[in-house]
Structure formats: C-alpha cells, structure tokens
C-alpha cells in the first residue's frame, strides 16, 4: 500500500483525518503532528518530521496563509513573495533529493472570509509557477472555497467548518487517487 504524507498549515490538520478515512484500505496517510506554518517554517521543520514519519509515495503540500499573514501589522505579509516562491522551489528541491521516486502535488492556499483574496491569488500564482517550472501537478483548492466562504469558512474567520474540511479533503483524496 502506497504511503501519503500530508504537508502544510493547520488546515491540512483538519482535512487530515478525514483523508486518512477517504483512503482507508488504498493508502496510507500520515503527516507530522506539528502545524506546518509558512513555507519556511515547513521547509525548516521537515528534517526534524522526516525521521518519525513513513518513506512516502506521494506528498501533497501547501503553505500560503501564514506567508500572507500580517501578524505584526507592519503592512507587508509575513513573507514577502519573493521569500514565498524561494521557500516553496527550496522545499521541491529538498523532496526530490529525499525522495526521488515520490509523487509531489502542490495545493493552492484557500480563501478566508476576507473578500479581498487578491494576496491569496498572487500568491497561488507562485505557487503554479515553482509548480510548472518543477513538472509538479497542482490541486487547485481555492476554487472550491471562493465564492463560498459563508457556507464552508468556520467562525474563527479563517478555520473550515465541518463541510469545508469534508468538501476540501475529498478533493485533497481525488487527487492523491491519481497516483495510487
């Protein structure tokens, strides 16, 4: 059975366990126990994860909203764009050395309930272009999200609520499906 390791913010923690269910009997899905933060923040930690976690087959990651993030009001993200793209290419090339037979899918940063998702857009076109330059499929999760942030974004303004995690971890399964 192929081995699926899950990457990324503590929106992968929450469509996680519902992967793991989706897959049940077809993979299996592991991820670190720890909240993958921003890219760097992912790409630092992933030596110390390594170790603890299965050889996998297949890695499905995202990062974005934490780089987007303006925690300490200084008027810029958290990572600036150029930061972003050199975290994510950093992180492709750390994966291939690692783990040179492993399927790599990239996922694109979802909506919040903040109507103004054009840092999100700009950010998910990084994102697409590492994707591109590496040969790297790309899952596109924003869609399912915009437009629909009443129905699926929790009350935390940012979290998803039982049917965004359900709805985003299907199509997180459908494409991890592609390659099993």
């Known amino acids: 059975m192929k081995e699926v390791l899950l990457l990324g913010d503590s929106l992968r923690m929450g469509y996680e366990p519902i992967v793991r269910t989706l897959l049940e009997g077809k993979a299996n899905v592991s991820g670190p126990e720890e909240n993958g933060r921003w890219a760097g923040y992912t790409l630092n930690s992933f030596r110390f994860w390594i170790p603890g976690l299965p050889k996998p087959d297949i890695i499905h990651w995202n990062n974005g909203l934490w780089d987007l993030g303006d925690d300490y009001g200084l008027g810029r993200p958290f990572s600036l764009p150029e930061e972003y793209e050199s975290a994510l290419e950093r992180m492709v090339l750390v994966i291939k050395k690692l783990f040179p037979e492993a399927q790599i899918i990239m996922a694109t940063t979802m ?70």
């Open 111 to 180: 909506p919040t309930d903040n109507p103004d998702t054009s840092g999100i857009i700009a950010y998910n076109d990084i994102l697409k272009g590492v994707a591109a330059r590496y040969n790297i499929p790309v899952n596109d999760l924003f869609p399912l999200i915009d437009g629909n942030t009443d129905k699926y974004v929790g009350p935390d303004h940012i979290h998803f609520n039982e049917a965004g995690f359900n709805l985003v971890a299907q199509k997180v399964a459908k494409e991890i499906e592609k390659y099993l």
